[in-house]
T-cell receptor, first 110, second 113 residues
Framework: DVKVTQSSRYLVKRTGEKVFLECVQD?????MFWYRQDPGLGLRLIYF???????EKGDIPEGYSVSREKKERFSLILESASTNQTSMYLC?????????FGPGTRLTVL | GENVEQHPSTLSVQEGDSAVIKCTYS??????FPWYKQELGKRPQLIID?????GEKKDQRIAVTLNKTAKHFSLHITETQPEDSAVYFC????????????FGAGTTVTVRA
């Protein structure tokens, strides 16, 4: 069974704080992704990584950065959190055609 | 980039009836079209997918059809059951960038007992 885990299920931060969301997968997948999920907007790709130390911007990268130092771990960083970054964040890793999602982190920025 | 539109946004069906969700895409180079199901409080999971060299694919009560000319694809669920209640997302990707999926906005399906 593929397992994708995220560091927190719920997170509350204040405006301006630096926020780290971590994702770990245990299946040696090369490709990993970060999405945010908002009602009526579906899943929007923030960043993805096709291998260690490789990253590419998705559709909505503004205000975010990522880090992939090890194959199993992909981190999403909010340099200075803002209220419009309140959302559900989903991490995924990919094997062949299928993306396997983590349980999500619901982030609230006050 | 690719733009995927999904309709309807909500769908309520009587148990046993069929449900149809439609998606359109903008990039004619798109060639892979998966559907993900997300039950309440759970993570999205792949339920069926289709490639552009195939017009239809079936898996038990679910089927997906693809019309490349019109750039649209649809999910069909027959004999709906309460466990089919979920949010369904369509997506598309291209051959040259097939790990990057563009998702539709989602359809909330409610199956009434």
């Amino acid at each position: 069974d593929v397992k994708v885990t995220q560091s927190s299920r719920y997170l509350v931060k204040r405006t301006g704080e630096k926020v780290f969301l971590e994702c770990v997968q245990d299946m040696d997948h090369e490709n990993m992704f970060w999405y945010r999920q908002d009602p009526g907007l579906g899943l929007r790709l923030i960043y993805f990584s096709y291998d260690v130390k490789m990253k590419e911007k998705g559709d909505i990268p503004e205000g975010y950065s990522v880090s992939r130092e090890k194959k199993e771990r992909f981190s999403l960083i909010l340099e200075s959190a803002s209220t419009n970054q309140t959302s559900m964040y989903l991490c995924a890793s990919r094997l062949e055609n299928e993306q396997f999602f983590g349980p999500g982190t619901r982030l609230t920025v006050l | 980039g690719e733009n995927v539109e999904q309709h309807p946004s909500t769908l309520s069906v009587q148990e046993g009836d069929s449900a149809v969700i439609k998606c359109t895409y903008s990039d004619s180079a798109s060639n892979y079209f998966p559907w993900y199901k997300q039950e309440l409080g759970k993570r999205p999971q792949l339920i069926i997918d289709i490639r552009s060299n195939v017009g239809e694919k079936k898996d038990q009560r679910i089927a997906v059809t693809l019309n490349k000319t019109a750039k649209h694809f649809s999910l069909h669920i027959t004999e709906t059951q309460p466990e089919d209640s979920a949010v369904y997302f369509c997506a598309a990707s291209t051959r040259t960038n097939d790990y990057k999926l563009s998702f539709g906005a989602g359809t909330t399906v409610t199956v009434r007992a």
